[in-house]
């Protein structure tokens, strides 16, 4: 079965776009002094908004608040209740 597995990572020379961005985790492995996995992009894109959508019904909770718990800016994320999806990420 073919699969495409990539990886998100920051290469030491700077941003660019996610596309600029993916690399094979063979590569990352390879070269873990240039290649770094971008962990602020899965907190912040993957990880955030499944835990908020999780997290809507729970009285209390916030985006802000779950976003401090996943060690995020929180005021990067709207400090609603967790109904919502707006990160207000530019990214």
Excluded: W
Excluded at 42 to 60: A, N, T
């Amino acid at each position: 079965k073919d699969e495409a597995h990539n990886s998100t990572a920051s290469p030491s020379s700077g941003g660019g776009t996610l596309a600029e961005r993916a690399f094979h985790p063979e590569e990352i492995a390879a070269d873990p002094e240039k290649l770094k996995v971008d962990t602020h992009y899965y907190l912040s894109q993957q990880i955030h908004p499944v835990v908020s959508r999780l997290c809507e019904h729970i009285e209390g909770t916030s985006n802000g608040q779950i976003a401090n718990c996943l060690g995020l800016d929180p005021s990067r994320f709207r400090n609603a209740s967790s109904g919502g999806m707006s990160t207000g990420h530019d990214d």
